[in-house]
């Protein structure tokens, strides 16, 4: 059949899909693509005032000065507040081009990720001594020589980073495209550098916002709830390495975090088991970004028939990373050794009912309210069944202990005063 004699809408459906796959794909690259050009004009900006604030003697009222002289000119144009000037600033001097091109560099090591292998490289990271070409300074006693014409000499940006870096703009443009920091949106970059977190830290937080899909809000709460150390840093229970196959091991002890916390609504002291069952299934999305990457929900309290005996798993999820179904046993007591032979009972049977040809092995998650981790595990020992042991706590509002109020405008200045002192 020719073009000419399609006239029925429905011959058009393949036709229009492509189409529209190919319309959706482009529009993901547009945004992308807008959110790195955006990105490397705050960067070349910061990069252009740090210089000049060095060659010129700049200080903190030309960057008011300079704010309103662009909101004037361009009324339309968003984002060049006095803040956010500051934070172009920073955001260069966090990510001089040898970071950058470091960051490149291992971006591709992270694909199968381990836990030790994390940390080394964090830690390598975090010893990469920056070396900013200056940092605004924030005292009224310094000279404020007001620029003449300052919108006219940010057409000089590409000029100044060549002199900067001795290389063509559109190399260090190439080396900024390609670093991981172009995937994620500018509120998460504030609130990175709100944090104050070593630059490891910040590397990894940012790959999991892209990985993850997290929003800024969710970046902000996961970093205030101290997920790596959660999950990087913390001494794990698990027998994972001795029965499971690398590389799944690796990727399972990665994956789980100690302790979760969970965000209950109407959290009492009494709450028991089936109260925190009943909380998590009906906050299941919020229950999922806390479990981490690639878990999805199968059932809550799966009723099983074995022999004469009914059971009843509390939580089954399915994780497509692991290719595994993942039984999660929840107790609101401290740790009990017994408690894993539940478990263990729950695992052989997902694997004798549930489990597909591709699927690998079940795995099962014991969360309890507390215990003592080296009697779990001891008592892990005696189980050939893969399981991993971690607390959890329940949570209206973030802890007391993991709390980490972000800086406000006039602390990051005090911060950035004094890195030049």
């Excluded at 000499?153 to 000029?159: D, P, S, Y």
């Excluded at 590397?203 to 929003?215: D, K, L, M």
């Excluded at 399972?252 to 925190?276: H, S, V």
């Excluded at 209206?396 to 993991?402: H, Q, V």
Aim: net charge negative; proline share 4%.
């Amino acid at each position: 059949m020719t073009i000419t004699q399609l006239t029925n809408p429905k011959d058009f459906a393949p036709i229009v899909h492509a189409i529209g796959t190919d319309i959706e794909q482009t529009q993901v690259r547009v945004i992308a693509s807008a959110n790195a050009d955006m990105l490397f004009h705050y960067w070349k900006v910061g990069h252009f005032i740090l210089y000049l604030q060095k060659k010129e003697g700049w200080g903190s009222k030309v960057i008011d000065n300079l704010s309103k002289a662009i909101r004037s000119q361009y009324p339309d144009k968003k984002g060049y507040s006095r803040r956010n000037i500051f934070y172009m600033c920073q955001f260069a001097s966090a990510y001089p081009l040898e970071i950058l091109n470091k960051m490149v560099e291992v971006n591709s090591l992270l694909q199968n990720p381990t836990l030790e292998y994390v940390l080394n490289l964090t830690k390598e990271l975090n010893l990469l001594v920056q070396e900013p070409l200056a940092l605004i300074q924030f005292t009224e006693n310094q000279r404020d020589i007001i620029v003449q014409q300052p919108l006219a000499q940010l057409g000089a940006i590409a000029e100044t980073l060549s002199t900067i870096y001795d290389s063509d703009i559109r190399k260090i443009e190439e080396v900024f495209k390609q670093s991981p920091i172009v995937r994620t949106n500018w509120a998460s970059h504030v609130i990175l550098m709100n944090s104050k977190l070593p630059l490891g830290e910040r590397y990894w937080y940012i790959t999991q916002a892209v990985a993850n899909g997290w929003s800024s809000n969710v970046l902000q709460m996961q970093i205030e709830t101290n997920l790596f150390a959660r999950q990087i840093e913390a001494k794990k229970v698990n027998n994972f390495a001795v029965r499971l196959p690398n590389p799944q091991s690796d990727l399972a002890n990665y994956l789980m975090k100690d302790p979760y916390i969970f965000d209950m609504m109407g959290q009492t002291e009494a709450m028991n088991e089936r109260d925190i069952e009943r909380q998590l299934v009906q906050h299941i999305t919020k229950y999922l970004l806390e479990m981490g990457s690639g878990f999805a929900f199968v059932a809550q309290q799966k009723h099983f028939e074995v022999g004469d005996s009914d059971f009843y798993a509390d939580l089954i999820l399915y994780n497509i990373q692991l290719h595994a179904y993942v039984v999660i046993e929840l107790k609101a007591t401290p740790f009990k050794p017994e408690y894993m032979g539940q478990l263990n009972l729950y695992i052989n049977v997902v694997d004798d009912t549930l489990r597909g040809e591709h699927d690998n092995k079940t795995i099962g998650l014991l969360l309890c309210n507390g215990g003592d981790k080296v009697v779990a595990q001891y008592a892990l020992s005696g189980y050939d069944q893969p399981i991993g042991v971690s607390d959890y706590q329940l949570s209206k509002a973030i802890p007391e202990n993991l709390k980490s109020a972000l800086p406000s405008i006039e602390e990051v200045e005090e911060e950035l005063s004094k890195a030049i002192k």
